[in-house]
Structures are given as C-alpha cells and as structure tokens.
C-alpha cells in the first residue's frame, strides 16, 4: 500500500510564497512519476508540475517561472516551491504518485488561498 501526506498549504498575500511538501511511504520505487495537480472551484483538475527518472520535470505555462517542483535525495518527498503567488493560484493542491503506468495514487489535498 502507498500512503501520500501533503503538508504546506495556507492563506497568502499576493506575490508572496509557500513552500507544499508530499511524503509517500510504503511500496514504491525511487525512479517513479510524483508531482502536483490543482483543483480551484468550479474549475477542473490540472496538472501544475511533475518530475520523474532521474529529475526531469515539466511544469505548467501558468505557473513557469514562479513554480519549482524538486524531490528529496530518498526520492519518496516532493516539494513545490511557489513564489510570486497570484489570485488565479488560489485551489486545492493535491499530489499524486504513479506506482505503475496505469496506478496512480493521490494525497488528500491541501488548500492554497492568495489573498490580500
């Protein structure tokens, strides 16, 4: 069994930053797809930033340049640091973990409101 727990999320100012974290235990291996979708009310899921292999990552034209996503040396936690924040960022981030090509696994979901 894999077990996702994200950490991080909160209320920020405009053009401030936070810093989501996800650690993932159980089965998995060091090489396996991690990374960061959001969900903003009435809006669909969309995939903010992903890493795989050995460090390559891909991340969204909405967020490039203000979004970095990395992975810890064990490779079992993911961060995304999120710098110069906007309104349009406010959403539900939740981090997912590829077991397989067709298993993925989701965290709970952490919120992320940029508010003055």
């Known amino acids: 069994q894999v077990q996702l727990v994200e950490s991080g999320g909160g209320l920020v100012q405009p053009g401030g930053s936070l810093r989501l974290s996800c650690a993932v235990s159980g089965s998995i291996f060091s090489l396996n797809a991690m990374g960061w979708y959001r969900q903003a009310p009435g809006k669909e899921r969309e995939l903010v930033a992903g890493?795989?292999?050995?460090?390559?990552?891909n991340v969204a034209d909405s967020v490039k340049g203000r979004f970095t996503i990395s992975r810890d040396d064990a490779k079992t936690t993911v961060f995304l640091q999120m710098n110069s924040l906007k309104p349009e960022d406010t959403a539900v981030y939740y981090c997912y973990f590829d077991r397989s090509i067709n298993i993925r696994y989701w965290g709970q979901g952490t919120q992320v409101t940029v508010s003055s």
């Open positions: 890493i795989v292999g050995h460090g390559n990552t």
